[in-house]
């Protein structure tokens, strides 16, 4: 059965850093399209960040471009969201979410769109000071 559990969140300084972990079991193929996923208090999910192993292609949101790094270690199942410059409005639960899927679409419309079928259960990120 897939599973993600995402780890890493916490409380941080407006300026700091922080990395999102997303460990994910279940599967064994190397080609998946996976994204990180963020909902703030009173708002809507939002994609964050999107990769696929498809085609290589990423996406950012504009808001956390130049900020947010998406990678992965395919020798540990695990993909990493390095957050710097973090800014008070970065403030929310981040998921992450796979799909197994072949890459059907752009990668914008599967990460703005949250086109995927499995999800972790989050972490919850703070930034304030």
């Known amino acids: 059965q897939l599973q993600l559990v995402e780890s890493g969140g916490g409380l941080m300084q407006p300026g700091g850093s922080l990395r999102l972990s997303c460990a994910a079991s279940?599967?064994?193929?190397?080609?998946?399209?996976i994204g990180w996923f963020r909902q703030a208090p009173g708002k809507e999910r939002e994609g964050v960040s999107c990769?696929?192993?498809?085609?290589?292609?990423?996406y950012y949101a504009d808001s956390v471009k130049g900020r947010f790094t998406i990678s992965r270690d395919n020798a540990k199942n695990t993909v990493y969201l390095q957050m710097n410059s973090l800014k008070p409005e970065d403030t929310a639960d981040y998921y992450c979410?796979?799909?197994?899927?072949?890459?059907?679409?752009?990668?914008?419309?599967?990460?703005?769109?949250?086109?995927?079928?499995?999800w972790g259960q989050g972490t919850q990120v703070t930034v304030s000071s």
């Open positions: 979410a796979v799909d197994l899927l072949p890459l059907h679409t752009t990668i914008q419309n599967m990460c703005v769109n949250q086109l995927f079928d499995s």
């Open positions: 279940g599967f064994t193929s190397g080609y998946y399209t």
């Open positions: 990769f696929s192993s498809f085609d290589g292609s990423t």
